[in-house]
Nanobody, 129 residues
């Protein structure tokens, strides 16, 4: 049974930093991509960043490019989202998700629209102005 458990959310002032973690368990994730999504109150869930577990290839939403960094630690089966220069508009519940992509080429932009079979429970990030 796949489990994704997020942690690291909290309250931070604008311009500050947070690092989110997503601990994954239940299977080997070598053929998976791991994504971060967020949902603000009254808004639809939106893509933030994604990483392919095997190659480390990453892809970001334009709104976070240059400020957020997604990474993974194979030994710990954990994916991270380092968030710097946070803005009030980054306030949302952040979710970790996983989907199987097999062994094909790194078509990173396509990973945004995957259905993502597995989701964590979410962690709240609040950025005050």
């Amino acid at each position: 049974q796949v489990q994704l458990v997020e942690s690291g959310g909290g309250l931070v002032q604008a311009g500050g930093s947070l690092r989110l973690s997503c601990a994954a368990s239940g299977r080997t994730f070598g053929s998976y991509v791991m994504g971060w999504f967020r949902q603000a109150p009254g808004k639809e869930r939106e893509f933030v960043a994604v990483i392919r577990w095997s190659s480390g290839t990453t892809y970001y939403a334009d709104s976070v490019k240059g400020r957020f960094t997604i990474s993974r630690d194979n030994a710990k089966n954990t994916v991270y989202l380092q968030m710097n220069s946070l803005k009030p508009e980054d306030t949302a519940v952040y979710y970790c998700a996983a989907d199987w992509v097999g062994r094909g080429p790194d078509l990173a932009p396509l990973w945004v629209g995957l259905k993502y079979d597995y989701w964590g429970q979410g962690t709240q990030v609040t950025v005050s102005s």
